[in-house]
């Protein structure tokens, strides 16, 4: 996972067409090793997305197009108190990219209790205004979930 996280970061340096190659299996390695069954593993992969997603422009689209946005949100429901924790850091960091935000809009009407969840398990990471904002107006105005269910609506 280390050596992942850091031919992501070497391939910035790197000239001609081969960075953009390094980095795609740099990522690509990343979200493999998040799809361990090792909790350990899953935690450290998280965290070194949850490292990228924040510091590197480009990574957190990268990261949506291989399916990781999927995979962090599972791993909100982990067992493992340090692999939700990390998930909840990765996840916060990754809503500040449009992509991100809209699956993790569509799981959270899917889940409503998934929310919470990313909440409660968000240490010291960032989550994006815009999509608290956004998850809040889906609440107002009592957007159905996508689950089949209705949200309940307050009638004032």
Known sequence: ???????IILARVMTGEDHVLVM???????????QS???LIQELAANN??????????????LVS????????????SPAELVR???????????????????????????PDLFQILQDNLATGKISDVFIREWEYCLTVGL???SGQFMPVEHR
Request: proline fraction near 3%; aromatic fraction near 6%.
């Open 85 to 111: 924790s990390s998930a909840a850091t990765a996840v916060g960091y990754m809503t500040f990219n449009r992509g991100a935000m809209r699956i993790l809009l569509t799981a959270c009407r899917r889940k």
């Open 37 to 39: 069954e090792n909790e």
């Open 24 to 34: 795609a299996q740099g990522i690509q390695i990343l979200y493999q090793l998040l």
């Open 49 to 62: 997305i949850a490292s990228l997603a924040h510091t590197r422009a480009g990574i957190p689209a990268a």
């Open 144 to 146: 159905p979930s996508q």
């Open 66 to 77: 291989v399916g990781a946005m999927d995979t962090l949100i599972e791993l909100l429901f």
């Open 1 to 7: 996972g280390h050596s992942a996280f850091q031919v």
